[in-house]
Every structure is written in structure tokens, then in C-alpha cells.
């Protein structure tokens, strides 16, 4: 039904051509089913978390220039990275998530949108320069007498001008007039001097095992079949416990009459006839703790992860300089990851700096993105301690980048900050000795 909708609106809504595929289509949409589901255990979000708190715990990133456009653009990228586990994870689990921009009440805000709600229509090298995003989906009314709106949004390169068109459709695709809360956003608008569209996509740095890689795929991609080993072997130990379930025999002639046991309880009927009739039958229990580790292990060797994501590892012998160099798959996995929002992040602010320049947020002015990534899965901090404070000592790095590592939630601006307060509060060597504006 998906397929159909989109494929509907793109030719009769936008009658615009897509490179996106219709197995494509249905391929985003079943990762994002499996991503999303809270009925069983989901080993895509379980690795798609744990691997996100990799990728970002105790890193920063911060949008760097002195002027008005730099300190706006760090305000956007300050409240993101906030939320930037949530965002990575979702890029992992569903091969690749958008961050779309947009302008309210003069401030540059943004939306999470799964690659299950984007097609590429066009592309220039690496750019993007055609897509069609479904933006937002509100329900209105209860369960039995709501209805559905979907606001379309398609980008497209022309002439080297950005045409951003908004179209409005039900759930089966039959194009509305703009609903009234959505009144406000302009139907048309055209912004010059734009190669490429104005979102970021991050994908999964999973190979999809094919020459075509425009889109993502999830962080369990084709590893179907050791997942469902897994689930089956879980059910055999659930079964299991219940065959073992204690229960108490007794005659059925102890159920009537004067003295008879109650007839509700832990107890079954049997007409033993004898009075050897019962044997104890009490088979060791078996143990699938064993056959489960293996299969988690395996299912990290598929994913490309190093043990201990699903499995336990034994570190009881080994040093710390051990444990780290067992974690280097995963760190492979994680900074790939990192590139990859590297370049979608490049991609957002240069969105964003668009959009800013278009509704005159703020004079123009030039930024760089700065990314500070933390290497604990690999390093020892004690060690990585050394030799910034070694460095800083040396004057290769600031203090307040050696602040930042400590306190990786602050901005620059609150780390110079704190800095200049603790040595104003600290006395220097002519404080001590009386010596501060005497004659020499």
C-alpha cells in the first residue's frame, strides 16, 4: 500500500521521475517495520542503541566563527546534539534517517524523518538534487471517525535554484487543500544559488551489498536467519521451564468423602489403580545458556561488531590494554558511523545557513564544523589524561579544549567562560609575594 502511494504521488502529484525503486520502497518500509516493533525482542534496536552510545558518548561538536551566523547555527547544533543518540540510532536501525530544517518565529528548528519517508529523485555525484520527503502525518478525530492529512514536500535543482513545493494528500493519496494547520507554510518557494537539497541524510555505514548505494541499510541487515535461530532457541528454554513445572499427584479417592482434599489447588486427578502407580520421572534440565552465547556470538560476527554487544565476554585475565584492543571491530563499525554524520551534518548547516540567508535570520558570515570524538573504546582515559594535559602544557592544545574533553556538554563559549572565572578566583605568583604593580 506504501508503494503504491508514493509511487502515486510522485506521478500524479509532483509528476516528477524517481531513481528511487519500487523494491526500494518496499525494502525501506520493511526495515522500518522491523525497526519499530515492541511486540518481541528487537536485536536491530538493541545493537542500533548500544552501538549509538559508542559512536557519540563523551564527544562534542560545535559550529565555530566569530560572527552572528556561526553563533546562531551553534545554538541549532547545540540542541541537537542533544539529541544526537536518538538520531544515530535511528540512522543504525533504519538504514538511514534525514534532519530537515525549517524557519518558525524566526529561529531554525528541525524534524527526524526515517529514509522509509524519502525517495531520490535526482543526484549529482555525491549531492542529492531531487527528492520527495512525506514531511509530517496528522491524525485528526478518534479511532473510529479520524482523518488522516499528509503534507508532501519536493525538492528540486533548477537552473541552480532550489524549488521547494508543498502538495497535501489523504492516506490513500487523493490530493487536499491545504489543511488550516498548515496554512502558513508557503506552497512554492524558490531559493537561488543551492546545489543540493537542504536536509542531511545519514546513513548506516552497513554494506547493502550492492554496486548502488543510495540508500542505507540497517545494522542487522541480512542476518535474518541467526535472529530467528536465536528467538526458536529462546523458546525451546521457555518451554522448558514449563515441562519442569512442579505439580502434586493424588488419588482420586482423596477428593470425596468426609476428609476429602479441596478441589481447587495445586493438585491433579489420577486413578493410580496400585501403589507403586507413581515414579519419579526427573530429567536434568537443559541448560541452553551454552547454545544462546553461541548463536550471539555469531550474530555479532554478521553484524561485523566485536563480542560483547549481545554476548558475555570473560575479562577475569585480561589487562586493560586487552579489553581495548577486543572492542576494535566495534570501534571500526562506530566510526564509520562518524564520517558518515560528518557528512550529514555538513550537509544540514549548509541547509541551514541557506535558509538563514533567505529569511535574513542573521548577517552572513563564515563557520566550520568542528567535531571532538572520544576514543575510549579504544584508549585508556588515564593515558588519553597524560598526554592533553601534556599536550596543553606544550601549547598544542587549549585549555579549553582540555575543559571540553571533562565537560563535553558545555560550548565553547561556556567553557572560555568557567576557564576565565577560575583564574580570576586563583592568585597568581605576584599576588603571593605583593610584587603585582611594584617597580622592578
Not at 519500487?22 to 548500544?50: G, R, V
Not at 478518534?142 to 532550489?162: A, E, F
Request: glycine letters at 6%; proline letters at 2%; hydrophobic letters at 35%.
Amino acid at each position: 500500500m506504501l508503494k503504491n502511494l508514493w509511487m502515486w504521488i510522485l506521478t500524479n502529484v509532483f509528476k516528477v521521475q524517481t531513481q528511487t525503486t519500487e523494491k526500494e520502497i518496499e525494502d525501506n518500509s520493511k526495515y522500518a517495520k522491523i525497526y519499530e516493533n515492541i511486540d518481541d525482542i528487537n536485536f536491530n534496536a538493541i545493537f542500533s542503541n548500544k552501538l549509538a552510545n559508542y559512536t557519540v558518548s563523551d564527544s562534542t561538536m560545535n559550529i565555530e566563527g566569530d560572527n552572528q551566523r556561526a553563533e546562531m547555527l551553534n545554538m541549532t547544533g547545540t540542541s541537537m546534539w542533544k539529541k544526537a543518540k536518538k538520531f544515530i540510532s535511528m540512522a543504525f536501525g533504519y538504514g538511514g534517517v534525514i534532519i530537515v530544517p525549517y524557519v518558525k518565529g524566526g529561529k531554525i528548528y528541525y524534524n527526524l524523518v526515517p529514509q522509509d519517508r524519502l525517495t531520490i529523485d535526482s543526484t549529482d555525484g555525491e549531492l542529492i538534487t531531487g527528492a520527495t520527503v512525506l514531511a509530517e502525518k496528522k491524525t485528526i478525530g478518534g479511532n473510529v471517525n479520524s482523518k488522516v492529512y499528509l503534507r508532501w514536500t519536493n525538492y528540486q535543482i533548477q537552473n541552480g535554484n532550489m524549488v521547494i513545493t508543498q502538495q497535501y494528500s489523504d492516506d490513500k493519496g487523493n490530493k487536499i487543500p491545504a489543511p488550516s494547520f498548515w496554512q502558513d507554510i508557503q506552497e512554492v518557494r524558490t531559493i537561488t544559488n543551492v546545489d543540493r537539497v537542504l536536509f542531511g541524510y545519514i546513513k548506516s555505514p552497513i554494506n547493502n551489498r550492492k554496486a548502488n548505494d543510495k540508500y542505507g541499510v540497517p545494522i542487522t541487515y541480512g542476518c535474518e536467519a541467526t535472529i530467528l535461530e536465536i528467538k526458536e532457541t529462546m523458546k525451546q528454554m521457555v518451554r522448558e521451564y514449563e515441562l519442569k513445572e512442579v505439580f502434586v499427584g493424588a488419588d482420586i479417592t482423596m477428593f470425596d468423602g468426609k476428609n476429602a482434599l479441596p478441589k481447587n489447588g495445586l493438585w491433579k486427578k489420577v486413578d493410580s489403580g496400585r501403589d507403586d502407580f507413581f515414579e519419579v520421572f526427573d530429567p536434568q534440565f537443559r541448560d541452553y545458556t551454552t547454545r544462546l552465547q553461541e548463536l550471539y556470538k555469531r550474530l555479532e560476527h554478521e553484524v561485523g561488531t566485536s563480542y560483547g554487544i549481545l554476548s558475555e565476554v570473560n575479562t577475569q585475565n585480561a589487562t586493560a590494554t586487552e579489553i581495548k584492543k577486543s572492542m576494535y571491530d566495534t570501534f571500526c563499525i562506530t566510526d564509520d558511523m562518524r564520517t558518515n554524520i560528518e557528512k550529514g551534518m555538513d550537509d544540514f548547516f549548509y541547509a541551514c545557513n541557506v535558509l538563514a540567508n533567505a529569511f535574513n535570520l542573521s548577517p552572513q558570515g563564515e563557520y566550520t564544523i568542528d567535531f571532538d570524538w572520544s576514543y575510549s573504546l579504544l584508549e585508556d582515559t588515564q593515558t588519553e589524561w597524560s598526554q592533553m594535559t601534556w599536550a596543553e602544557s606544550k601549547g598544542i592544545m587549549s585549555k579549553v579544549e582540555l575543559r571540553q574533553w571533562l565537560k563535553p556538554d558545555e560550548t565553547l563559549e561556556e567553557s572560555q567562560k568557567a576557564i576565565e572565572e577560575i583564574e580570576e578566583s586563583q592568585p597568581s605568583v605576584d599576588d603571593i609575594l605583593g610584587t603585582r604593580g611594584g617597580e622592578e
